[in-house]
Protein backbone atom coordinates (compact mmCIF):
# COMPACT_ATOMS: atom_id res chain seq x y z
CA UNK A 1 0.00 0.00 0.00
CA UNK A 2 1.36 2.99 -0.92
CA UNK A 3 1.17 6.21 1.13
CA UNK A 4 -1.59 7.87 -0.94
CA UNK A 5 -3.29 4.89 -0.32
CA UNK A 6 -2.25 5.02 3.26
CA UNK A 7 -3.84 8.83 3.73
CA UNK A 8 -7.32 8.04 2.36
CA UNK A 9 -7.81 5.66 5.47
CA UNK A 10 -7.12 8.94 7.93
CA UNK A 11 -10.41 11.46 7.57
CA UNK A 12 -8.95 13.60 9.33
CA UNK A 13 -6.27 14.55 6.74
CA UNK A 14 -9.09 15.39 3.92
CA UNK A 15 -9.45 18.88 4.91
CA UNK A 16 -8.53 22.48 4.65
CA UNK A 17 -6.98 24.89 7.50
CA UNK A 18 -6.99 28.36 7.03
CA UNK A 19 -7.89 28.07 3.71
CA UNK A 20 -4.53 25.42 2.72
CA UNK A 21 -4.89 21.52 2.37
CA UNK A 22 -4.09 20.38 6.03
CA UNK A 23 -0.09 19.34 6.67
CA UNK A 24 -0.06 17.29 9.96
CA UNK A 25 3.65 17.05 11.22
CA UNK A 26 2.69 16.47 15.15
CA UNK A 27 2.59 12.80 15.11
CA UNK A 28 5.26 12.60 17.87
CA UNK A 29 2.63 14.74 20.31
CA UNK A 30 -0.33 12.14 18.92
CA UNK A 31 -0.89 10.23 15.74
CA UNK A 32 -4.07 10.61 13.71
CA UNK A 33 -6.74 7.82 13.66
CA UNK A 34 -7.14 5.50 10.51
CA UNK A 35 -10.95 4.80 9.76
CA UNK A 36 -10.92 1.36 11.37
CA UNK A 37 -9.72 2.35 15.11
CA UNK A 38 -12.51 4.98 14.86
CA UNK A 39 -14.88 2.02 13.43
CA UNK A 40 -13.93 -0.42 16.37
CA UNK A 41 -14.64 2.42 18.83
CA UNK A 42 -17.95 2.86 17.75
CA UNK A 43 -18.59 -1.03 17.02
CA UNK A 44 -17.91 -1.69 20.97
CA UNK A 45 -19.95 1.66 22.10
CA UNK A 46 -23.06 0.83 19.34
CA UNK A 47 -22.96 -3.06 19.50
CA UNK A 48 -21.14 -4.24 22.92
CA UNK A 49 -20.76 -1.85 25.31
CA UNK A 50 -20.47 -3.38 28.98
CA UNK A 51 -18.19 -4.12 31.32
CA UNK A 52 -15.87 -7.01 31.56
CA UNK A 53 -14.92 -9.99 33.74
CA UNK A 54 -17.60 -9.94 35.95
CA UNK A 55 -20.48 -10.20 33.87
CA UNK A 56 -22.21 -13.88 32.02
CA UNK A 57 -24.51 -11.97 29.88
CA UNK A 58 -23.95 -11.86 26.25
CA UNK A 59 -22.47 -8.45 25.40
CA UNK A 60 -20.25 -9.00 29.02
CA UNK A 61 -18.81 -11.88 27.31
CA UNK A 62 -17.76 -9.84 24.04
CA UNK A 63 -16.79 -6.99 26.01
CA UNK A 64 -14.27 -9.51 27.98
CA UNK A 65 -13.30 -10.99 24.50
CA UNK A 66 -12.68 -7.79 23.15
CA UNK A 67 -10.83 -6.63 25.76
CA UNK A 68 -8.74 -9.49 26.37
CA UNK A 69 -7.77 -10.04 22.87
CA UNK A 70 -6.36 -6.77 22.54
CA UNK A 71 -3.90 -7.62 25.18
CA UNK A 72 -3.11 -10.89 23.44
CA UNK A 73 -2.46 -8.66 20.17
CA UNK A 74 -0.34 -6.53 22.69
CA UNK A 75 1.41 -9.19 23.57
CA UNK A 76 2.04 -10.61 19.97
CA UNK A 77 2.99 -7.14 18.86
CA UNK A 78 6.04 -6.40 21.09
CA UNK A 79 6.61 -9.96 21.68
CA UNK A 80 6.13 -10.59 25.38
CA UNK A 81 6.00 -14.15 26.45
CA UNK A 82 2.90 -14.04 28.42
CA UNK A 83 -0.22 -11.98 28.31
CA UNK A 84 0.23 -12.12 31.71
CA UNK A 85 3.25 -9.32 31.40
CA UNK A 86 0.90 -7.12 29.50
CA UNK A 87 -0.90 -4.24 32.06
CA UNK A 88 -2.94 -1.88 30.46
CA UNK A 89 -2.74 1.67 31.69
CA UNK A 90 -3.71 5.03 30.73
CA UNK A 91 -0.38 5.81 29.25
CA UNK A 92 3.33 5.40 29.20
CA UNK A 93 3.30 8.30 31.88
CA UNK A 94 1.14 6.06 34.28
CA UNK A 95 3.86 2.98 33.45
CA UNK A 96 6.98 4.13 34.46
CA UNK A 97 4.97 6.04 37.63
CA UNK A 98 3.73 2.19 38.30
CA UNK A 99 7.25 1.16 38.24
CA UNK A 100 8.55 3.89 40.13
CA UNK A 101 6.19 3.44 42.85
CA UNK A 102 5.57 -0.08 43.10
CA UNK A 103 9.38 -1.47 42.48
CA UNK A 104 11.02 1.67 43.24
CA UNK A 105 10.13 1.77 46.67
CA UNK A 106 10.47 -1.93 46.91
CA UNK A 107 14.12 -1.95 45.85
CA UNK A 108 15.69 1.12 45.98
CA UNK A 109 17.21 2.56 49.40
CA UNK A 110 19.38 5.25 50.32
CA UNK A 111 22.75 5.27 48.98
CA UNK A 112 22.02 3.30 45.90
CA UNK A 113 21.17 5.16 42.20
CA UNK A 114 18.92 5.60 39.57
CA UNK A 115 20.45 6.03 36.08
CA UNK A 116 18.71 7.94 33.17
CA UNK A 117 19.71 10.57 30.42
CA UNK A 118 19.19 14.24 30.09
CA UNK A 119 17.03 13.64 26.51
CA UNK A 120 14.70 12.25 28.89
CA UNK A 121 10.46 12.77 28.59
CA UNK A 122 9.68 14.30 32.12
CA UNK A 123 7.88 11.57 32.79
CA UNK A 124 10.91 9.62 32.48
CA UNK A 125 12.82 12.05 35.25
CA UNK A 126 10.04 13.37 37.23
CA UNK A 127 9.10 9.93 39.46
CA UNK A 128 12.70 9.17 39.22
CA UNK A 129 13.85 12.32 40.62
CA UNK A 130 10.38 11.61 43.68
CA UNK A 131 12.17 7.90 44.47
CA UNK A 132 15.04 9.53 45.04
CA UNK A 133 14.24 12.13 47.59
CA UNK A 134 11.59 9.76 48.91
CA UNK A 135 14.49 7.01 49.56
CA UNK A 136 17.48 8.83 49.69
CA UNK A 137 18.48 7.75 46.55
CA UNK A 138 21.27 9.25 43.93
CA UNK A 139 19.85 10.09 40.88
CA UNK A 140 22.35 10.18 37.80
CA UNK A 141 22.82 11.24 34.17
CA UNK A 142 24.48 9.55 31.44
CA UNK A 143 26.14 12.73 29.61
CA UNK A 144 25.27 13.39 25.67
CA UNK A 145 27.59 13.36 23.13
CA UNK A 146 28.04 16.57 21.13
CA UNK A 147 25.38 15.30 18.39
CA UNK A 148 23.02 14.26 21.15
CA UNK A 149 23.75 10.06 20.91
CA UNK A 150 25.08 7.92 23.97
CA UNK A 151 27.79 6.91 24.06
CA UNK A 152 28.15 3.24 25.49
CA UNK A 153 31.20 4.30 27.01
CA UNK A 154 29.51 6.64 28.92
CA UNK A 155 26.71 4.34 29.86
CA UNK A 156 29.85 2.05 31.44
CA UNK A 157 31.14 4.58 33.42
CA UNK A 158 27.73 5.82 34.79
CA UNK A 159 26.03 2.75 35.87
CA UNK A 160 27.62 1.00 38.57
CA UNK A 161 27.05 -2.42 41.24
CA UNK A 162 25.15 0.58 43.45
CA UNK A 163 22.79 0.99 40.25
CA UNK A 164 19.64 -0.36 41.43
CA UNK A 165 17.50 0.86 37.96
CA UNK A 166 18.41 2.29 34.35
CA UNK A 167 15.88 4.53 33.03
CA UNK A 168 15.92 5.27 29.01
CA UNK A 169 13.87 6.55 26.28
CA UNK A 170 14.70 4.02 22.92
CA UNK A 171 14.07 7.10 20.61
CA UNK A 172 13.94 10.83 21.95
CA UNK A 173 10.75 12.78 21.42
CA UNK A 174 13.00 15.99 21.00
CA UNK A 175 16.45 14.88 18.88
CA UNK A 176 15.41 11.62 17.20
CA UNK A 177 18.39 9.72 18.82
CA UNK A 178 17.72 5.94 18.35
CA UNK A 179 19.36 4.85 21.96
CA UNK A 180 20.85 1.04 21.70
CA UNK A 181 18.93 -0.24 23.91
CA UNK A 182 19.80 -3.69 24.44
CA UNK A 183 23.58 -2.31 24.85
CA UNK A 184 22.45 -0.46 27.41
CA UNK A 185 20.20 -3.05 29.10
CA UNK A 186 23.26 -5.75 29.02
CA UNK A 187 25.46 -3.29 30.36
CA UNK A 188 22.35 -2.42 33.59
CA UNK A 189 22.11 -6.56 34.05
CA UNK A 190 25.98 -6.83 34.41
CA UNK A 191 25.72 -4.28 37.85
CA UNK A 192 22.56 -5.82 39.07
CA UNK A 193 20.26 -3.28 37.77
CA UNK A 194 16.79 -3.21 36.26
CA UNK A 195 16.04 -1.78 32.42
CA UNK A 196 13.08 0.38 31.97
CA UNK A 197 12.74 1.67 28.30
CA UNK A 198 10.10 4.49 27.80
CA UNK A 199 8.85 3.08 24.27
CA UNK A 200 6.65 5.87 23.68
CA UNK A 201 8.43 6.87 20.66
CA UNK A 202 9.65 3.56 19.63
CA UNK A 203 6.57 1.23 19.91
CA UNK A 204 5.06 3.42 16.84
CA UNK A 205 7.27 3.49 14.24
CA UNK A 206 9.59 0.39 14.26
CA UNK A 207 9.38 -3.62 15.37
CA UNK A 208 9.99 -3.98 19.18
CA UNK A 209 10.73 -7.11 20.47
CA UNK A 210 11.12 -7.25 24.94
CA UNK A 211 12.70 -10.41 24.75
CA UNK A 212 15.03 -9.29 22.16
CA UNK A 213 15.72 -6.19 23.85
CA UNK A 214 15.65 -8.37 27.16
CA UNK A 215 14.80 -4.98 29.15
CA UNK A 216 12.89 -5.61 32.37
CA UNK A 217 9.75 -2.98 31.64
CA UNK A 218 8.59 -1.37 28.62
CA UNK A 219 5.94 1.49 28.55
CA UNK A 220 4.27 3.07 25.30
CA UNK A 221 0.99 4.94 24.95
CA UNK A 222 -1.66 3.75 22.03
CA UNK A 223 -2.67 7.40 20.53
CA UNK A 224 1.05 7.70 19.49
CA UNK A 225 0.67 4.76 17.40
CA UNK A 226 -2.89 5.51 15.49
CA UNK A 227 -4.78 4.04 18.64
CA UNK A 228 -7.09 6.34 21.06
CA UNK A 229 -5.75 8.37 23.50
CA UNK A 230 -5.87 7.48 27.22
CA UNK A 231 -4.81 4.00 26.45
CA UNK A 232 -1.23 2.53 26.96
CA UNK A 233 0.98 -0.20 28.29
CA UNK A 234 2.92 -1.63 31.00
CA UNK A 235 5.27 -4.66 30.00
CA UNK A 236 7.15 -5.93 32.33
CA UNK A 237 8.64 -9.13 33.07
CA UNK A 238 6.59 -11.92 34.87
CA UNK A 239 9.09 -12.60 37.71
CA UNK A 240 9.50 -8.99 38.96
CA UNK A 241 5.48 -8.24 38.25
CA UNK A 242 4.35 -11.03 41.10
CA UNK A 243 6.46 -9.62 43.55
CA UNK A 244 5.46 -6.21 43.07
CA UNK A 245 2.75 -4.58 44.81
CA UNK A 246 0.14 -2.81 43.05
CA UNK A 247 -0.62 0.50 43.69
CA UNK A 248 -4.36 1.23 42.97
CA UNK A 249 -6.95 -0.39 45.03
CA UNK A 250 -10.69 -1.51 44.68
CA UNK A 251 -12.78 -2.97 42.08
CA UNK A 252 -11.53 -5.70 39.70
CA UNK A 253 -7.74 -6.14 40.82
CA UNK A 254 -9.15 -7.89 44.03
CA UNK A 255 -9.48 -11.77 44.44
CA UNK A 256 -11.00 -11.91 48.10
CA UNK A 257 -11.86 -9.08 50.54
CA UNK A 258 -12.23 -9.31 54.26
CA UNK A 259 -12.85 -6.69 56.95
CA UNK A 260 -8.90 -6.92 58.44
CA UNK A 261 -7.18 -8.08 55.05
CA UNK A 262 -7.73 -8.37 51.30
CA UNK A 263 -6.02 -10.48 48.74
CA UNK A 264 -4.94 -9.92 44.75
CA UNK A 265 -5.67 -11.35 41.38
CA UNK A 266 -3.05 -13.52 39.45
CA UNK A 267 -1.32 -11.08 36.53
CA UNK A 268 -2.14 -8.75 35.24
CA UNK A 269 -5.23 -7.67 36.87
CA UNK A 270 -3.71 -7.21 39.60
CA UNK A 271 -2.57 -3.63 38.61
CA UNK A 272 -5.60 -2.70 36.52
CA UNK A 273 -7.81 -1.76 39.57
CA UNK A 274 -11.44 -0.21 38.94
CA UNK A 275 -13.05 -0.63 35.37
CA UNK A 276 -10.05 -1.09 32.88
CA UNK A 277 -10.02 0.99 29.48
CA UNK A 278 -12.09 -1.32 27.63
CA UNK A 279 -12.58 1.30 24.46
CA UNK A 280 -9.58 1.92 24.93
CA UNK A 281 -7.27 -1.34 24.48
CA UNK A 282 -10.17 -2.67 22.07
CA UNK A 283 -9.48 0.41 19.78
CA UNK A 284 -5.48 -0.51 20.63
CA UNK A 285 -5.73 -3.83 19.51
CA UNK A 286 -7.56 -2.18 16.28
CA UNK A 287 -4.06 0.33 16.22
CA UNK A 288 -2.25 -2.88 15.86
CA UNK A 289 -4.06 -4.88 13.37
CA UNK A 290 -3.88 -1.39 10.81
CA UNK A 291 -0.01 -1.10 11.78
CA UNK A 292 0.85 -4.83 11.04
CA UNK A 293 -0.95 -4.80 7.95
CA UNK A 294 0.92 -1.62 6.79
CA UNK A 295 4.35 -3.68 7.86
CA UNK A 296 6.40 -1.94 10.54
CA UNK A 297 9.12 -2.60 8.89
CA UNK A 298 8.23 -0.23 5.94
CA UNK A 299 6.54 1.80 8.12
CA UNK A 300 10.09 2.66 9.89
CA UNK A 301 11.82 2.30 6.07
CA UNK A 302 9.26 5.05 4.87
CA UNK A 303 10.22 7.49 8.23
CA UNK A 304 13.66 6.95 7.43
CA UNK A 305 13.04 8.29 3.87
CA UNK A 306 11.22 11.56 5.29
CA UNK A 307 14.38 11.88 7.54
CA UNK A 308 17.10 11.93 4.91
CA UNK A 309 14.38 14.37 2.95
CA UNK A 310 13.75 16.62 5.36
CA UNK A 311 16.56 17.21 6.67
CA UNK A 312 18.72 17.49 3.38
CA UNK A 313 15.84 20.26 2.13
CA UNK A 314 15.78 22.17 5.52
CA UNK A 315 19.38 21.92 5.78
CA UNK A 316 19.64 24.56 2.69
CA UNK A 317 17.80 27.40 4.56
CA UNK A 318 20.31 30.32 6.25
CA UNK A 319 20.12 30.46 9.47
CA UNK A 320 17.82 27.25 10.43
CA UNK A 321 19.65 25.33 13.19
CA UNK A 322 18.66 21.70 13.30
CA UNK A 323 19.29 19.54 16.60
CA UNK A 324 20.02 16.05 16.69
CA UNK A 325 22.25 13.49 14.59
CA UNK A 326 23.06 13.98 11.56
CA UNK A 327 22.75 10.71 9.92
CA UNK A 328 19.11 10.47 8.88
CA UNK A 329 19.61 6.61 9.20
CA UNK A 330 20.39 7.56 13.45
CA UNK A 331 17.24 9.14 14.01
CA UNK A 332 13.65 8.42 14.21
CA UNK A 333 10.90 10.15 11.28
CA UNK A 334 11.38 13.81 13.17
CA UNK A 335 13.74 17.07 12.96
CA UNK A 336 13.64 19.32 16.17
CA UNK A 337 15.02 23.27 14.82
CA UNK A 338 15.04 26.89 15.54
CA UNK A 339 14.85 29.16 12.95
CA UNK A 340 17.26 32.39 14.00
CA UNK A 341 15.47 35.02 15.41
CA UNK A 342 12.06 33.92 15.34
CA UNK A 343 10.81 32.38 18.33
CA UNK A 344 9.37 28.85 17.65
CA UNK A 345 5.92 30.10 19.34
CA UNK A 346 5.84 32.87 16.21
CA UNK A 347 7.50 30.74 14.00
CA UNK A 348 4.33 27.36 14.61
CA UNK A 349 1.87 30.47 14.14
CA UNK A 350 3.02 31.44 10.88
CA UNK A 351 2.69 27.96 9.65
CA UNK A 352 -0.79 26.90 11.22
CA UNK A 353 -1.54 30.21 8.92
CA UNK A 354 -0.24 28.02 5.53
CA UNK A 355 -1.99 24.99 7.21
CA UNK A 356 0.65 23.32 8.64
CA UNK A 357 0.90 21.75 11.89
CA UNK A 358 4.14 21.41 13.86
CA UNK A 359 4.86 21.48 17.95
CA UNK A 360 6.57 24.51 19.38
CA UNK A 361 7.83 24.43 23.28
CA UNK A 362 9.67 22.51 25.61
CA UNK A 363 8.35 19.50 24.17
CA UNK A 364 8.71 18.18 27.98
CA UNK A 365 11.98 18.16 28.02
CA UNK A 366 13.36 20.93 30.13
CA UNK A 367 16.90 19.42 30.90
CA UNK A 368 17.69 19.06 27.24
CA UNK A 369 16.86 21.72 26.32
CA UNK A 370 19.30 23.52 28.63
CA UNK A 371 21.84 21.36 27.45
CA UNK A 372 20.68 22.78 24.19
CA UNK A 373 21.02 26.27 25.36
CA UNK A 374 17.47 27.12 24.06
CA UNK A 375 14.37 27.99 26.01
CA UNK A 376 12.71 26.00 23.09
CA UNK A 377 12.53 24.70 19.80
CA UNK A 378 10.50 23.91 16.82
CA UNK A 379 9.39 20.07 15.70
CA UNK A 380 8.25 18.47 12.75
CA UNK A 381 7.52 14.92 13.29
CA UNK A 382 6.50 12.38 10.97
CA UNK A 383 4.60 9.46 10.26
CA UNK A 384 2.98 6.59 7.68
CA UNK A 385 0.61 9.15 6.18
CA UNK A 386 3.41 11.70 5.60
CA UNK A 387 4.98 12.61 1.83
CA UNK A 388 7.55 14.35 0.49
CA UNK A 389 5.24 17.24 -0.55
CA UNK A 390 4.01 17.97 3.27
CA UNK A 391 8.24 18.26 3.46
CA UNK A 392 7.93 20.52 0.74
CA UNK A 393 5.28 22.22 2.29
CA UNK A 394 6.88 23.04 5.51
CA UNK A 395 10.29 24.29 3.70
CA UNK A 396 7.98 27.10 1.94
CA UNK A 397 6.53 27.46 4.94
CA UNK A 398 9.80 28.24 7.00
CA UNK A 399 11.07 30.50 3.97
CA UNK A 400 8.08 32.54 4.02
CA UNK A 401 7.99 32.99 7.70
CA UNK A 402 12.21 34.19 7.57
CA UNK A 403 10.84 36.67 5.16
CA UNK A 404 8.01 37.91 7.13
CA UNK A 405 9.98 38.29 9.92
CA UNK A 406 13.24 39.87 7.85
CA UNK A 407 10.58 42.73 7.19
CA UNK A 408 9.44 43.47 10.14
CA UNK A 409 12.75 43.49 11.74
Given at each position: ??????????????????????????????????????????????????????????????????????????????????????????????????????????????????????????????????????????????????????????????????????????????????????????????????????????????????????????????????????????????????????????????????????????????????????????????????????????????????????????????????????????????????????HPHDLATVLDAEGIAIRAGHHC?????????????????????????????????????????????
Amino acid sequence: MNVQEIRKLFPILDQEVNGHPLVYLDSAATSQKPLSVIQALGDYYNGYNSNVHRGVHTLGTRATDGYEGAREKVRKFINASSTQEVIFTRGTTTSINTVAASYGRANVGEGDEIVITHMEHHSNIIPWQQLAKETGATLKYVPLQEDGTLSLEDVRSTVTPQTKIVSIMMVSNVLGTMNPIKEITRIAHENGAVMVVDGAQAAPHMKVDVQSLDCDFFAFSGHKMAGPTGIGVLFGKKNLLEKMEPIEFGGEMIDFVGLQESTWKELPWKFEGGTPIIAGAIGLGAAIDFLEDIGLDEIEKHEHHLAAYALDRMSSINGLTIYGPEDPQQRAGLVTFNLDDVHPHDLATVLDAEGIAIRAGHHCAQPLMKWLNVSSTARASFYLYNTEEDIDRLVAGLVKTKEYFSDVF
